[in-house]
């Protein structure tokens, strides 16, 4: 079994909670990846970020990167096996949107 295999079922059962766990991994992850943390500057989970507008509907972590560009970055903890519906994408697209227009950040 892989490493990363075995730190994903080391995560909660409840889907609720390792959705969380998943989307903290990935803040830490974007922060400390060599690659990804050369271009990141600030970075929230969404419940954090300071001018959020709303519950989670889609967005799950926001960061600025070191341009000053906004990201909005959407944390999927599924099975491999698992599809990604054009409902899901259009929701994070629709979210997504909001903070392409700056409304209202």
Do not use: Y
């Not at 997504?96 to 227009?101: A, F, G, M, P, V």
């Amino acid at each position: 079994m892989s490493s990363f295999t075995k730190f994903l079922k080391s995560f909660d059962p409840d889907s609720n909670t390792k959705g969380k766990q998943f989307e903290n991994f990935v803040k830490w992850f974007l922060k400390n990846d060599p690659e990804w943390s050369t271009q990141v500057d600030k970075i929230w989970l969404w419940n954090n970020h300071p001018k959020r507008w709303g519950r989670d509907c889609g967005i799950n972590l926001v960061f600025t990167h070191k341009n000053g560009d906004v990201w909005a970055v959407q944390a999927k903890c599924c099975s491999p096996d698992n599809t990604i519906s054009k409902s899901d994408i259009d929701k994070f697209l629709n979210e997504s949107d909001q903070i392409r227009r700056n409304l209202p950040l």
